[in-house]
């Protein structure tokens, strides 16, 4: 019998977490409804060990490189059954997150992921800020397909062939899928450790940057910021009461922007956020 979705986890150090994420995949699954494989690579740690114990038994590759793309090749190359989601080693899904997914999915959407909420206790008040702002923007309504989750049917995976070697392959993901073809059931969620310095922050915003340029640089656009629509997002969550808030965000991703095009700022190094582990 078919499974009803397999899923590619791509891995690097994630011995502390990657329990928490098979657990919140498999929970929503009985035994044989669901088919993983974590790829650990460039692992220092324990990572493919700690998979291996789980006790539903994923499958576990090793890869000496570390590359989050050259996994999701990997994991793709050895998964047969769609549909088929892509999930971070550090995510932790909601409850009937992806169950709820494979169900957009089934119903026509040929992108589909749960949507971001943002884990905030404990946080600096920068970081809060920033958050806060975000929260407030379109982008967040529109369907975003990404983020550290999501998943494509058969068609969709059709879509394009391998992962290209580039940061940013959820931002690769959804530019290849309309609006219309895009599916955030509201039932569905997935939490979001967010940073616990604005150093870090500041270090994940880069990347997304860096990604962006990596990008624009593939298709031969103009690299770039926001668009006007987010930048009138923007002012439209300024108030009196936001303001400060609303200065913390554009701050953070000007400064990010600045450094990532700076020679050797949007190169392929994966400048992750270690205060989360």
């Not at 576990?60 to 490189?65: A, C, D, G, K, T």
Request: net charge positive.
């Amino acid at each position: 019998m078919p499974v009803r979705l397999s899923v590619v986890v791509p891995a690097h150090d994630e011995a502390s977490v990657i329990t928490r994420c098979l657990d919140s995949i498999y929970a929503d699954f009985p035994p044989g409804d669901v088919d993983v494989v974590v790829v650990a690579n460039g692992c220092t740690d324990s990572t493919a060990d700690t998979a291996r114990e789980h006790p539903r038994r994923p499958r576990v590759l090793e890869l000496e490189r570390g590359s989050k793309t050259g996994a999701l090749n990997a994991g793709d190359a050895v998964l047969g059954s769609f549909p088929r989601a892509y999930v971070d080693g550090d995510v932790r899904l909601c409850p009937g997150a992806l169950a709820a997914v494979v169900d957009a999915l089934d119903a026509g959407a040929l992108a589909a992921a749960p949507r971001p909420v943002f884990e905030l206790r404990g946080r600096p008040w920068a970081v809060k800020a920033f958050y806060r702002s975000w929260q407030r923007l379109p982008f967040l309504t529109q369907r975003p397909v990404g983020n550290g989750v999501y998943a494509v049917s058969v068609a969709g995976r059709a879509r394009f062939d391998r992962f290209p070697d580039v940061i940013a392959d959820d931002l690769f993901v959804l530019r290849l899928f309309a609006l219309e073809e895009r599916a955030v059931p509201d039932d569905a969620c997935f939490v979001v450790e967010t940073p616990r310095s604005l150093r870090y922050l500041l270090r994940v915003r880069r990347r997304v940057y860096a990604g962006n340029r990596q990008l624009a640089a593939l298709s031969g656009e103009r690299a770039g910021g926001p668009g006007a629509g987010s930048w009138r997002g923007v002012r439209a969550a300024t108030t009196a009461r936001t303001a400060s808030e609303v200065a913390v965000y554009v701050g953070v991703n000007a400064l990010a922007r600045f450094q990532a095009a700076r020679p050797g700022g949007a190169d392929t190094v994966w400048e992750r956020d270690d205060s989360t582990r």
